[in-house]
């Protein structure tokens, strides 16, 4: 019954498009009134305080009200290194020391050793922030794979043997207490992080909770996130650790498909759509591992002096590609355009004279729905299969419309190349116009002369669809029918 229906991102739009297309059964999904709008995050609430001041400096002491501007946050670049490293290692720190802090009372509470306390934060110290950390931190749903990056066990050893560039991977997040296979995941993290070979380079913090995560999405230097595609409706855990200077590590699903531009982190394309399951799983931890040993790693411990200059281009990278793109200021204008304010003019349409506009709606519904059955269309004029540049096309389309008047249907030709198959990549739509009434049939003539404006192959196909100037959306009848 609503009038506007959005996705959460671009993929999700087009997949709730499909998933709803019996609402709108003649129309193609990607033509029926579903749009997107990407989730944002309240960049205030989750950009850690600490970047304030060196923001104010750099960008200006208003760019708190200037969170949309692309060119305000293209100055992130002009921080020096030095400045935005310290930043982010005094964060770091701070999540070191609450990570000490939670795995300390998480052995007690299991009972643990000394000898194991310290096996385990072996490499989580707040006086040697240099190690590389990376971080997974959500609801555990089985669709987000917290498990994948386990896939081969072996190769992970490999990963982290190096004691001169070591990693740690943290992890923490909770189940729904219904969701067995989920937690059947966490006991694989927990099982994983008490072996010998990983003991000290994969934790896994219990009772995770919003404290923990702010600290972890401000604090680690990778986000890792590795989602069955297209299943990550949007996610936001990426974009609050992507402002504060950590960079993603992501399958191409939800918010970080738009959000990736090749120099701001790093992506893990989804597998065949044709793959089972085991052989997806498979290659997609193939190209985490590739990631990690090819790129991330070596990236990190590229510099010399304490950090490393390529990492920081990086990271400054996400801060300016995502602050713009993924707020809440930009994602509630985006609601206001597009769904609010359209809606507010509807309701003043609809309501006015004691709703009189929308009863006559309502009855125009009604004699559509009662007379489309028996609509159809066919072409009358002889196809001309080859024209000049300049010269024009004559199409003449009887239209049998069953009851109804001309000016309550639309007939339109969609131009497009031989290739297309969706009336999205129509090159160009050009409406019809209503002549005169057949008399030997009674049906409605509709013609149109037009000079295409493309050179090459090009074919054009000829629709019709109910049409009134009070609906919502022009295809929200959900009624189509072609020549």
Known sequence: ?????????????????????????????????????????????????????????????????????????????????????????????EMLHLLRHRMRAQNTRHRGSDAHLDRVLKACDPRNPNVLTIGFARRIATYKRATLLFQDLERLREIVRDAARPVVFVFAGKAHPADQPAQDLIRRLSEISHMAEFESCVLFVENYDLHLGRRLTSGVDVWLNNPVYPHEASGTSGIKAGINGVINLSVLDGWWAEGYDGANGWAIKPAFDALDVARRDAEEARTLYDLLEGQVIPLYYAGEGGYSPGW????????????????????????????????????????????????????????????????????????????????????????????????????????????????????????????????????????????PEFYGRIEYRVRAFPHHEALTHPLEMGMMVWV
Request: hydrophobic share 40%.
């Open 1 to 93: 019954g609503s009038r506007f229906q959005n996705g959460v991102s671009r993929i999700h739009g087009r997949l709730s498009s499909r998933m709803c297309a019996e609402n709108w059964p003649q129309i193609e999904p990607e033509e029926n009134p579903v749009r997107s709008i990407t989730n944002g995050v309240h960049v205030p609430t989750f950009l850690h305080a600490s970047w304030n001041e060196l923001f104010d400096r750099y960008l200006g002491a208003d760019w708190k009200q200037r969170l949309t501007d692309e060119a305000c946050w293209r100055r992130v670049h002009e921080i020096p290194d030095e400045e935005f490293w310290r930043v982010h290692q005094s964060l770091k720190v």
């Open 312 to 451: 920081l281009t990086v990271a400054r990278n996400s801060v300016a590609t995502l602050v713009p793109r993924f707020s809440s200021v930009r994602m509630l204008g985006e609601y206001a355009e597009q769904c609010y304010s359209p809606a507010a003019r509807q309701w003043k349409r609809l309501s006015e004279n004691q709703f009189a506009a929308a009863r006559a709606l309502a009855q125009w519904k009604a004699e559509v729905r009662r007379a489309w059955n028996g609509v159809a269309l066919r072409r009358i004029d002889p196809p001309v299969g080859r024209i000049r540049s300049g010269e024009s096309v004559h199409l003449e389309v009887a239209a049998k419309l069953n009851g109804l008047a001309p000016e309550q249907v639309q007939v339109e030709v969609l131009v497009a190349r031989p290739e297309a198959e969706l009336a999205t990549d129509a090159l160009d739509r050009k409406r019809m116009r209503f002549e005169r009434v057949v008399p030997q049939t009674g049906e409605h003539l509709f013609t149109l002369d037009f000079a």
